[in-house]
């Protein structure tokens, strides 16, 4: 099946089976962006650090930049803006929060551009949604914007998974810096050496990565298609 991310890297995720998927629905979530993300990164990983899949992986991963976050901070453009996301959507920027923090680990080139992105979006998270009395955050991280009054699980996930996943990478050694002007091994942001002079080495454990190789890899060539 062909079609479910283009050229820019948008990445969709449904079809009308009514009429033999020949129509894809073109709205986008930031769930499935960030599952593409890391897919690819692992692609990137296996094939030892190939052009084709760091041109990939910058794709999705500027297009979800651009589409995702707002002066840095993450939002679900689909349904947020309009406060109609349902329970299953105010989990999917925890989801996308997770797959980027879990990305530089097997290319560590996009630090550079995910770092901080987590660290403002984990910000936001803290000081806009989760400052309630009562420990529980909203769904929303941008101020002034709408609001639901209805604390769910999906919104208490995704503002403490965003932060636990800021947490997470910086602990591992990782620096923040400008895209534009710090690359490692000179690189440009759709390329970069994983062996030598990465951010971080780290060791892979095989019964970890075979689960997600297969679940992942699977999807990241269901979706690619002819791309």
Same mark, same amino acid.
């Given at each position: 099946?062909?079609?479910?991310?283009?050229?820019?890297?948008?990445?969709?995720?449904?079809?009308?089976?009514?009429?033999?998927?020949?129509?894809?629905?073109?709205?986008?979530?930031?769930? &499935? +962006?960030?599952?593409?993300?890391? !897919? %690819?990164?692992?692609?990137?990983?296996?094939? *030892? @650090?190939?052009?084709?899949? #760091?041109?990939?992986?910058?794709?999705?991963?500027?297009?979800?930049?651009?589409?995702?976050?707002?002066?840095?901070?993450?939002?679900?453009?689909?349904?947020?803006?309009?406060?109609?996301?349902?329970?299953?959507?105010?989990?999917?920027?925890?989801?996308?929060?997770?797959?980027?923090?879990?990305?530089?680990?097997?290319?560590?080139?996009?630090?550079?551009?995910?770092?901080?992105?987590?660290?403002?979006?984990?910000?936001?998270?803290?000081? &806009? +949604?989760?400052?309630?009395?009562? !420990? %529980?955050?909203?769904?929303?991280?941008?101020? *002034? @914007?709408?609001?639901?009054? #209805?604390?769910?699980?999906?919104?208490?996930?995704?503002?403490?998974?965003?932060?636990?996943?800021?947490?997470?990478?910086?602990?591992?050694?990782?620096?923040?810096?400008?895209?534009?002007?710090?690359?490692?091994?000179?690189?440009?942001?759709?390329?970069?050496?994983?062996?030598?002079?990465?951010?971080?080495?780290?060791?892979?454990?095989?019964?970890?990565?075979?689960?997600?190789?297969?679940?992942?890899?699977?999807?990241?060539?269901?979706?690619?298609?002819?791309?």
């Amino acid at each position: 099946m062909t079609g479910f991310v283009d050229q820019n890297g948008s990445v969709y995720e449904g079809a009308d089976g009514t009429i033999n998927c020949t129509e894809i629905n073109h709205i986008e979530w930031t769930a &499935t +962006a960030g599952a593409l993300i890391f !897919g %690819s990164a692992l692609m990137y990983d296996i094939s *030892n @650090a190939s052009k084709q899949w #760091s041109d990939r992986l910058s794709t999705i991963l500027n297009h979800t930049e651009s589409t995702f976050f707002t002066s840095g901070i993450m939002n679900d453009k689909a349904c947020e803006s309009s406060n109609t996301c349902n329970v299953d959507q105010r989990f999917y920027k925890g989801i996308l929060a997770r797959n980027l923090a879990l990305t530089p680990l097997v290319a560590p080139f996009t630090v550079y551009q995910i770092l901080p992105l987590l660290q403002s979006s984990a910000k936001a998270a803290a000081s &806009t +949604a989760c400052s309630s009395s009562n !420990g %529980s955050c909203g769904f929303s991280w941008l101020q *002034n @914007a709408k609001e639901s009054s #209805s604390l769910d699980l999906g919104s208490q996930y995704s503002a403490f998974e965003v932060i636990l996943s800021n947490i997470a990478a910086t602990s591992r050694g990782f620096e923040s810096g400008d895209n534009s002007t710090q690359q490692p091994n000179n690189q440009s942001s759709s390329s970069g050496d994983k062996k030598s002079g990465s951010p971080l080495t780290v060791e892979l454990k095989s019964t970890n990565w075979f689960s997600l190789l297969v679940v992942l890899l699977a999807g990241v060539f269901m979706f690619y298609g002819g791309f």
